[in-house]
Each structure stands twice: as C-alpha cells, then as structure tokens.
C-alpha cells in the first residue's frame, strides 16, 4: 500500500541549525497494516508522516502509494489518497465552520468543488448516523460551531473527516498527545475501531510505548531518520516496554531519549 | 464663551437633514465596497490594499467607457472585470511570487494608479447625468438609494449562495484554516486568487457606482479607499455583534456591513455640520476606524485584565484588615 524507499530530507542546509532529518529511509506497509511508530526526540517520526502528506518536497528517494508514485505531487494533490489527524486538536477542523459543514469539506476530498451546495440535503442523514455511532452526543449539535467543542471531540470530527471518504492510507501524528489521558483513551478506542471496521492501512505516531504495543500489528521504531526496529505479528503480540527500551539499546547503542516517552506511564 | 454661542447658533439643524439623504446613498454605495472588503478581510484573512486602485479603475472604465459612447450597462460590467483582473494580479503576486499579502496589494494598487490615469487620460473626468444614461445620480436622491439598496440586497443574496457552496466553502475554510484546506484537498493559492478577484470585482462595481452617483470619475477617487471599507465593515461587526450577540447569521453580518457604511457616512455628515474643515476629514476617518477597532480588544481587556486582579486582591487585603 505504502512503499517508502530511500528517502532523504535536511532542514536549513548550509546553516549551523543544519538537520538530517530523514536519513534513507525506508518502509513497506501491507495492505491492512495498522503500524505503530515510536523514537526519540527528533528521530524523524512526524518528519516521516509529514513527507508521505508532502507538507514540503523530500530531497531526494521516492513515497509510493497504492504502486503510485506520489513524491511529485503539491499537498493537496496528494490529500485524496490520506486521512489525516494531527497532534494539535485545531489544526485538523475550522473552529468557524459548523460540525456539518466541516464533514462536507472533508467528504469532497480529492474531487472537483463546483458551484453546488455545500451540504446537501441526504448527506445530513448520512452524517447523523455516522456521529451517533461515535457516542460523543455530536449528532445534535451538528450545526454547532467546531469551536465551540473540546479538544477531544474536536480529534473524534478530524478523525471522522480523515475517514469519512475510505482514505488509501490514514496517517496519524500523535493525535492524542493533546489530550487527557481519559480522552486520549476514548479517541485511541475509537481510532481503533475505525480502522479495524473500515480495514485501514494506518500509521501511528505515538509517545506512548504501551500504546504503541497494545494498538496495531505491527511496530517501528525510528532513529536518526532511519527505521531501527520493525517488529509484527507473533513478536509484537508478545512485545513489552523494558523488552523494546532493551532492543533499543542493543541496536542503536546509546539510551532512548523521549522525554515524554519516559515520563509516560 | 461668545464665540461658543455664535459657532452653536450657526450651526442650523435643518442643514444637517438635507445633506442626510444624500449621506444614506453614499453610505449603502461604500457600504457595498465593505462587502468586497469583507470576502478578503474577513472570511479570507487577507488584509487586501489593492482596493484603492480597483475602485477608482472601476470609475474610470466607466467615465471613459459612456464617454466613447457606449451604454452604461456595458460599462459597468468591463469595469467589474478590470476590478477582478486587478485582484487575480494581486493573488498571482502573492501566491506564484511569495510576496506578503500587504506588500502584493500595495504594489498592484501603486501599479493601478498609473493604469488609471492612462485610462482616464488625464485625472479628472465628468459624466454629468445630462449627457448620459446612469443607472444611479446624485439628480435624484431618492430614487439613487432605491437603487442602491436594491443593488445591495441582491449582492448579499448572491453572496450567501456562492459562500454557502462547495467552492464558496473552500475560501471560508482556507482563510480560517490553510493547513486543514490542504489536508482536505483544496488547492488553498486556487481559492485565494478567487476570493481576490470576487472582492476586487465587487470593489471596482461600487467604483463604478460611486463615479456616476457623483458625477465624475477621479484618478484619486479611491485614495484611502480601504479604511473607508473596512469602516464599514468594523462598525457593522460591533453593532450587529451588540444587537444580535452571536446569533448573527451570514445574512445579517453582511447586511450590517451596509449599514456600518451608511452609519459612517452620517458620522463624517456630522463633522462637516459642525463645520469641520474638509482637510481633516481622512483624520476623522482613521480616528473612527481606530476606535471602532479598540472597542471589541478594550471590552475583552477589561474582563481579562491584570489591573482588575490587582485592584480586586488590594481589596480584599483591605477587608482582611
């Protein structure tokens, strides 16, 4: 589904705030794949999900999706093949715009926005139905403003526009660092039941350890802009935290450095 | 104390009155260029100086334009194409160019000056109500308003349907969120040229509008244009914000952008009755402008202030004693 090979990217080159952000990296997503990713402070995680959305162009190597080689391609172009949810709750909604509104946006992702009208009639229906499921009481306050609602369920509406049009890949930048540890749960649940439901090609960023091994079937870790671990199926199922800080020590010889990742429970 | 009672028995309310009319029809005319304003201020976050120029291009397409002949109609439409291409220039400028969203309008509004005056072919142009047909003249006050509110009505209708479409939608969205618009597929520099064009177009009508309601059309017609328009614009916000808190649908924010033009316009009737010199009218302006924009920041301050909580707390340590 995903196929990442060799890419590189360094920020302000030729200056002493020089950084290798993405050192020839390389990955393979399956079509299904719920892969969950971990690293230290600056290891290229968000750099990585930020080169497959093409938030800016890498400098060299090749991001192919669905056998289609996307590299090219300005952000928005690239916006039909992804769903994504972003670590801060108000960069994924319009705060001005109500709940419907915003899911209309998003379902018209990747086709031609002409002169018809913004929310049709039958899509409120489809929509009613889909925030009832989300249990969140959403579905009677659609024409609410977003801003008006909490960060939590301001995550459960981008997650909601991330998927509402079946996204070839759904990319999610630490969605629930934001939150509350009782909301970051709530949205992690429901996160997970949107991709198991809709069987989803995902990656996860997470500084979460225990939540990067319970959700998903697969797990990667990165350092210094290259994948250093890539553990799936039997391994990860039988995966703990002071297992995968030793297998970091082992293969890249120095002390994991989070501190979140640490401090998180 | 003597010249107080000579200046305030000169002053003649009647005077006031008659000039008003004529001051309602200005207004609804600025009042429709605060809505071009306000499709880049406030719905595309664009703070758009090209304005100045499109509306003075607006009046001269349309002076010369009657002058060689041809019928009003026909005039008033190039002239809103000249107004849109003005504003596709200042949305190429910033979004294929980088330049700054001030910078862009700043320099296709200095370009448009020059463009103007060729247009013109000198800097002053009259076209007097009897020797052409105008769609709207100071000859006939009354009926000018009409007119104008008329005008104004199906514009805001108009707008309320384009914004409230799927590509309308994508000019909200990627003023209000950009990053969210991109993750979402819109091609947000598509959506900013649109919102450009749609505002300088409307900007360049009211021009128009303007050149014929007074008579003449002026290369310096649209000098501080934009303050103007977003007088308009700010004063329609804090009333309509005070009379209908925030149930203020997209309807009535619009039609309250008219009124806060009508609304200035008898504020500068006022200053000329208490005969102000007219040199000093762009002064008033910005001090109205200015106290317009302080009022809502002042109210917010005065409920989130650190002097409240020292005052409170000083107190309290009083009472404590």
């Known amino acids: 589904m995903l196929e990442i ?32 990713v971990i690293g230290g402070n600056g290891a290229g995680k968000s750099t990585m999900l930020n080169a497959i959305a093409g938030v800016w162009p890498v400098d060299s190597g090749a991001i192919m999706i669905d056998g289609k080689d996307v590299s090219g391609l300005p952000e928005y172009k690239r916006a039909p093949y992804l769903g994504r949810v972003f670590q801060d709750p108000m960069t994924g909604t319009v705060a001005d715009m109500e709940i419907i509104e915003n899911l209309a946006i998003a379902a018209r992702r990747g086709q031609r926005r002409g002169l018809a009208w913004g929310v049709k009639k039958e899509e409120k229906e489809k929509y009613y139905e889909m ?80 939540d990067a091994i319970v959700h998903g079937n697969r797990l990667i870790m990165l350092n210094e802009g290259r994948v250093i671990l890539d553990i799936s199926g039997e391994e990860k199922k039988n995966l703990t935290v002071e297992h995968l800080l030793e297998k970091f020590e082992k293969v890249s010889g120095s002390k994991l450095e989070n501190d979140r990742m640490l401090l998180a429970d | 104390m003597d010249v107080l009672i000579s200046y305030f028995s000169s002053l003649n309310p009647m005077a006031f009155f008659s000039a ?10 600025w009042g429709l260029m605060g809505l071009g304003v306000f499709v880049t201020y406030k719905l595309l976050n664009f703070a758009d100086l090209s304005v100045d120029g499109s509306f003075a291009t607006g009046g001269a397409v349309t002076a010369i334009m009657l002058v060689n002949g041809y019928p009003i109609w026909s005039a008033i439409i190039v002239s809103v194409l000249a107004g849109i291409a003005a504003g596709i220039i200042t949305g190429v400028l910033h979004t294929s160019f980088g330049i700054p969203d001030i910078l862009a309008g700043i320099l296709t509004q200095i370009a448009l000056y020059s463009v103007n005056l060729n247009i013109l072919g000198k800097s002053n142009l009259p076209i007097s109500y009897r020797n052409y047909q105008l769609a709207i003249s100071a000859s006939n006050i009354n009926n000018a308003i009409l007119i104008a509110l008329c005008i104004s009505a199906v514009l805001i209708i108009l707008m309320y349907w384009y914004f409230g479409t799927e590509q309308g939608s994508t000019i909200r969205s990627t003023g209000a969120n950009p990053a969210m618009s991109k993750a979402q597929g819109i091609n947000i520099n598509t959506a900013k040229i649109i919102a450009l064009a749609l505002s300088n177009g409307i900007v360049a009508f009211s021009g128009s509008l303007f050149a014929q309601y007074q008579g003449f059309a002026d290369v310096n017609m649209g000098r501080g244009a934009i303050v103007i328009g977003l007088a308009a614009v700010i004063i329609g916000e804090v009333l309509g914000e005070a009379i209908f808190r925030k149930h203020a649908n997209f309807i009535i924010r619009m ?25 000093d009218t762009k002064l008033f302006t910005a001090v109205i402008v200015a106290i317009f924009l302080a009022v809502p920041n002042l109210r917010k301050m005065k409920s989130n202030s ?9 107190k309290s340590d009083k009472e404590g004693k």
Not at chain 1, 9 to 19: A, H, L, R, S
Not at chain 2, 269 to 278: A, D, E, H, S
């Open chain 2, 306 to 314: 650190f002097k409240k909580v020292a005052k409170q707390n000083a």
């Open chain 1, 131 to 210: 925030l009832k499921e989300f249990d969140l009481g959403l579905e009677n306050r659609m024409t609410s403003k977003v801003g008006l609602l909490s960060g939590g369920q301001r995550q459960a509406i981008t997650l909601l526009m991330a998927t509402i049009k079946k996204p070839k890949l759904l990319l999610l930048d630490e969605h629930t660092a934001a939150l509350d540890p009782k909301t970051a749960a709530k949205v992690l649940e429901l996160s997970d039941k949107i991709i198991s439901e809709h069987n989803l090609t995902a990656l996860m960023v997470t500084h979460n350890m225990r």
């Open chain 1, 5 to 36: 090979s060799n890419i590189y990217k360094t920020f302000n080159k030729g200056t002493v705030n020089e950084k290798k952000a993405l050192n020839g990296l390389n990955l393979k997503l399956n079509d299904g794949d719920f892969c969950t």
């Open chain 2, 255 to 279: 039609a309250f952008v008219i009124v806060g033009g009508i609304l200035y316009y008898i504020a500068m009737g006022i200053v000329l009755w208490l005969k102000m010199p007219t040199d």
């Open chain 2, 20 to 29: 008003l009319p004529g001051n309602i029809a200005q207004g609804i005319i």
